[in-house]
């Protein structure tokens, strides 16, 4: 039996797929409410704003494509096994969405401070596993977590010249 999804969630996806497809300027609730089939009420009833509605979605977009994918690789107890499960988690996040936001953050505070708050939670995290295999070597994992997430974020910004799936594929070479 399907799980029905939260009328929230609902709002989120769809904004997700609004910031995936059309960028920010799309996002506008009238854009939400024809792409739903769900009403203006229905929206406000969620959310205060459109601001309120950014803030709720970026936090979502944070918890999908960030959090639970550090949850999943926390269950792992084998360093090996961790970097493995990361990699598989993180190629199956649409690197055009993560490029959306990272550009929608060089123009918006709001999303810039989330940005940054992501991008020091994954390196944060990164770093956690490499201080593990690297018997206490801190600074030589620090290096190595900025260096891998710094090529990450690169080669995402040149997805323009791969297909999604070719641009998996290099990023899995690039780190295993």
Known sequence: MLKKRPPKDIWLDEGLKILEDHGPSAL???NL?????????????????????????????????????????????????????????VFQNSSKLELVIRSWSLYEPVVKKFQDRIDQKRLDHLNSIYVKSNAGAASQAKMTALKNYAIYIGLQQLKHLYSEKKLKELIKGVFT
């Open 33 to 89: 409410i024809k792409r739903t089939g769900k009403t203006k009420g229905s929206f406000y009833h969620h959310f205060k704003n459109r601001n309120e509605y950014v803030e709720a979605l970026l936090n979502y977009f944070e918890m999908k494509g960030t959090i639970q994918i550090l949850h999943e690789v926390d269950k792992e107890s084998e360093q090996a096994a961790r970097i493995r499960t990361l990699t598989r988690l």
């Open 28 to 30: 506008t609730i009238d």
